[in-house]
T-cell receptor, first 114, second 111 residues
């Protein structure tokens, strides 16, 4: 069964460093998303992406964040200058054009900012 | 976008029993979805029910939707230890693909 994959599973970085989290969505999906979950808290929406542009974003998704689909398979989330409060689990999700509402999630990348 | 409010916050049952979780929301929706999360891992889509549907089944899952009361329920029949997880209802408004998660119901199924 096709699934969303994410790499790395765990990333440790120093405050102020740039990080890129990578996702490979399911191959025939056209909608892509990033969510995050700070330890012990709710899952929060960050951004949705369709047709090579951002379609929705939350207040969390400020100028420090960017997303890109650099080729036909990868979808990346970049944090330019990490802060301690960026430490969280980051989930990528994707959905089809036919059923954009049903989102398929990856296993997540745990980001630890020291 | 709005989040669902799940009730109860925690539920503990014996394996083989049925588990019922409830959800309330505030404004009109296009559909309502239920997701499961095992212990901080990725979320798994369980079922989607549209605003013009009242009941939907998928395997051991039964979901109801009452738009007049702005509420939904998820029933898991013949529960298994593997059903131990947090369950979230996600009401979704028309035109938005953003999912807003609440605190969920933490289900523990005791073998």
């Amino acid at each position: 069964e096709p699934e969303v994959t994410q790499t790395p599973s765990h990333q440790v970085t120093q405050m102020g460093q740039e990080v890129i989290l990578r996702c490979v969505p399911i191959s025939n999906h056209l909608y892509f998303y990033w969510y995050r979950q700070i330890l012990g808290q709710k899952v929060e929406f960050l951004v949705s992406f369709y047709n090579n542009e951002i379609s929705e974003k939350s207040e969390i998704f400020d100028d420090q964040f960017s997303v890109e689909r650099p080729d036909g398979s990868n979808f990346t989330l970049k944090i330019r200058s990490t802060k301690l409060e960026d430490s969280a689990m980051y989930f990528c999700a994707s959905s089809t054009q036919g059923s954009p509402d049903e989102q398929f999630f990856g296993p997540g990348t745990r980001l630890t900012v020291l | 976008s709005q989040q669902g409010e799940e009730d109860p916050q925690a539920l503990s049952i014996q394996e083989g029993e049925n588990a019922t979780m409830n959800c309330s929301y505030k404004t009109s929706i296009n559909n309502l979805q239920w997701y499961r999360q095992n212990s901080g891992r990725g979320l798994v889509h369980l079922i989607l029910i549209r605003s013009n549907e009242r009941e939907k089944h998928s395997g051991r899952l039964r979901v109801t939707l009452d738009t007049s009361k702005k509420s939904s329920s998820l029933l898991i029949t013949a529960s298994r230890a593997a059903d131990t997880a947090s369950y979230f209802c996600v009401p979704q408004e028309a035109g938005s693909y953003q999912l807003t998660f609440g605190k969920g119901t933490k289900l523990s199924v005791i073998p």
